[in-house]
């Protein structure tokens, strides 16, 4: 087996996949990636792991604390590895433009595995449900197909296809599973192909959140699990948020903030924990009625164990008629569980769904404490557009993104398997 295994990760998002397979030793080749903050963040990311196999970790600190800005960091990494984040939209009229860069990245090399999952929004039951045509009809249902367009060409020994649990019942017009579509096409290239549902707090990871984890074999298919050993943390959410400063709405910065106390056990096991300080513990500012919202749902769990449904409000509280839709859309994230509920995108709209559960810091979660349930290393930067990343890039790259840990795992359980 090489050493060093080499993956090109395909609809990258923040890089929460790759993160896990280049902690458990895997090479990145290239991310492709759409989102003009995304890419940033992933140019970031590998810039601090060059720094840190470089022995030059104090350079990725001193952007962190400002000492200097993104392009000075940049520049004093190889370009080979700011230009191996390729921004661009996978569709077929651009994938011989993204062949190119990729062939001259590899250098001749063999591409050993491929990463990704095409953005779920068709897939997922929530997106199906809302669109008036069930996504039937969404150019994103066929986005696979471009997948499959990079195994033809490049032919690596296996890949691992990621999606939202949707995928499992997504249908075309005429009725046929797209999964079923999607493995027949794997196949017609000569992958057989395994799957699991897999859920992420089965992992270490203090998150109720299920994913489809679709892996490929070019090949003889006698080794293809991909499930990872299990590990649940005798941990509580409010144990990993402990050591941050408390806040009120509207406190704290992106920049970096000390920890109040040592690192927990869970945070060493997990590769959350860091000697770097924590970046983007920076809180939402709400408005009165929101704020006195979340004081309600907060002791309302806090001594019933019970969620606030919205026509319970008082109605000077309430800003809408329809009680019947969205009863549940102010939801605390469970303190004293061993795993909160599903980090999605929409956390980047709204702090709604994911109030904090101290009522004495009356708020929605922060970035960094979103990036904690996800598993992010506290040293991992989430960019935006600009120089002065947003909020809002934050929240949606850490809610769009695979669990760390949970990458970890596959990553390890496929290196374990691996006969090449």
């Given at each position: 087996m090489p050493d060093q295994l080499k993956f090109v990760d395909l609809f990258a998002g923040g890089g929460g996949l790759s993160e896990g397979f280049i902690q458990e030793g895997y090479e990145p080749v290239a991310h492709v990636e759409a989102d003009v903050a995304a890419c940033n963040t992933l140019?970031?990311?590998?810039?601090?792991?060059?720094?840190?196999?470089?022995?030059?970790?104090?350079?990725?600190?001193?952007?962190?604390?400002?000492?200097?800005?993104?392009?000075?960091?940049y520049a004093e990494v190889p370009q080979r590895v700011v230009r191996s984040v390729i921004n661009d939209e996978i569709q077929p009229?651009?994938?011989?433009?993204?062949?190119?860069?990729?062939?001259?990245?590899?250098?001749?090399?063999k591409l050993d595995l491929l990463l990704g999952g095409p953005p779920c929004q068709a897939y997922s039951i929530v997106g199906r449900s809302r669109d008036p045509d069930g996504m039937v009809e969404d150019k994103r249902n066929y986005l696979y197909e471009c997948y499959a367009s990079f195994l033809d060409k490049y032919r690596p020994k296996r890949f691992v296809f990621e999606n939202v649990m949707g995928l499992l019942s997504a249908r075309d017009s005429n009725g046929r599973l797209y999964f079923d579509a999607m493995r027949q096409r794997f196949s017609d290239l000569g992958y057989e192909t395994a799957f699991s549902t897999l859920n992420a707090k089965d992992y270490g990871v203090l998150q109720n959140r299920k994913r489809v984890i679709l892996v490929g074999h070019c090949g003889d298919a006698a080794t293809m699990n991909p499930e990872p050993e299990r590990w649940t943390p005798r941990v509580t959410v409010s144990e990993i948020f402990q050591d941050l400063p408390p806040l009120s709405a509207g406190e704290g910065d992106i920049t970096p903030c000390r920890r109040l106390a040592c690192e927990s056990r869970w945070q060493v096991k997990a590769g959350v924990g860091s000697p770097l300080p924590a970046t983007w513990h920076q809180a939402r500012p709400h408005t009165a009625r929101d704020l006195e919202i979340y004081r309600i749902a907060v002791t309302e769990w806090n001594e019933r164990q019970s969620r606030l449904r919205y026509g319970d409000l008082p109605r000077r509280l309430k800003t809408h008629s329809n009680e019947t839709a969205f009863v549940d859309r102010f939801k605390v994230v469970a303190a004293d569980l061993p795993f909160a509920h599903t980090v999605v995108a929409h956390i980047c709209k709204d702090g709604h769904y994911y109030i904090h559960p101290d009522i004495d810091q009356n708020r929605s979660i922060t970035p960094r404490e979103a990036a904690r349930l996800q598993t992010f290393?506290?040293?991992?930067?989430?960019?935006?557009?600009?120089?002065?990343?947003?909020?809002?890039?934050?929240?949606?790259?850490?809610?769009?993104?695979?669990?760390?840990?949970?990458?970890?795992?596959?990553?390890?359980?496929i290196r374990h398997n691996w006969d090449g």
């Open positions: 140019r970031t990311r590998l810039a601090y792991h060059w720094f840190v196999a470089a022995g030059r970790r104090d350079l990725y600190e001193d952007y962190l604390t400002g000492g200097i800005d993104r392009d000075k960091m009229d651009t994938l011989a433009r993204i062949y190119c860069e990729i062939d001259s990245l590899l250098e001749g090399r290393p506290d040293d991992y930067y989430f960019e935006g557009v600009r120089k002065r990343p947003s909020r809002t890039h934050a929240f949606r790259q850490i809610g769009n993104a695979v669990p760390v840990l949970l990458s970890r795992g596959i990553a390890s359980r």
